[in-house]
């Protein structure tokens, strides 16, 4: 037996999946998840074993794309009249734009071995698999990146 065309079962079972849709979200995204249904079906129309209960399978990917849909909403932001008021910024996350600047300007090595070693941590080892040299080439970047910081930053500081 083998299974009937893609356009056949969507005729057929079509209302079914649509009145499952509306059921779960409602009118207004019912149509979407109607259609990822039967794309999703479509997809997997092709392995689906021929002596299935084809509506039952539509209905269980229905349900699917709807919890999808569901899902989607609730990670939605909530528009609102007005924004609530921001509490002042964490001191430990103010942005020195000095700093930044200055680390920004850094040979790409200098960069990459600065900020995986101070801001991510990793060992000189790793930094330098990651950036393509030797630990001791990495750990001189790191120390060469660290200098060129100081040294930007005080010329900042007696500018």
């Given at each position: 037996?083998?299974?009937?065309p893609f356009e056949t079962v969507v005729a057929a079972h079509g209302p079914t999946?649509?009145?499952?849709?509306?059921?779960?979200?409602?009118?207004?995204?019912?149509?979407?998840?109607?259609?990822?249904?039967?794309?999703?079906?479509?997809?997997?129309?092709?392995?689906?074993?021929?002596?299935?209960?084809?509506?039952?399978?539509?209905?269980?990917?229905?349900?699917?794309?709807?919890?999808?849909?569901?899902?989607?909403?609730?990670?939605?932001?909530?528009?609102?009249?007005?924004?609530?008021?921001?509490?002042?910024?964490?001191?430990?996350?103010?942005?020195?734009?000095?700093?930044?600047?200055?680390?920004?300007a850094l040979p790409d090595k200098q960069r990459h071995a600065v900020a995986y070693?101070?801001?991510?941590?990793?060992?000189?080892?790793?930094?330098?698999?990651?950036?393509?040299?030797?630990?001791?080439?990495?750990?001189?970047?790191?120390?060469?990146?660290?200098?060129?910081?100081?040294?930007?930053?005080?010329?900042?500081?007696?500018?």
């Open positions: 037996m083998s299974l009937p999946v649509l009145r499952v849709c509306r059921a779960v979200l409602g009118p207004a995204d019912a149509d979407d998840a109607w259609s990822a249904t039967f794309l999703s079906a479509l997809r997997a129309y092709p392995q689906l074993d021929p002596g299935a209960n084809v509506e039952a399978w539509l209905v269980r990917i229905a349900h699917n794309r709807a919890i999808d849909v569901v899902r989607a909403q609730q990670r939605r932001a909530v528009p609102v009249a007005e924004p609530p008021e921001r509490a002042a910024p964490d001191a430990a996350y103010d942005r020195d734009d000095d700093l930044w600047d200055a680390l920004a070693h101070h801001v991510a941590g990793l060992p000189y080892a790793e930094i330098a698999e990651i950036i393509g040299s030797t630990p001791a080439a990495a750990r001189k970047a790191g120390s060469d990146g660290i200098a060129a910081l100081r040294r930007a930053l005080s010329q900042k500081v007696t500018s």
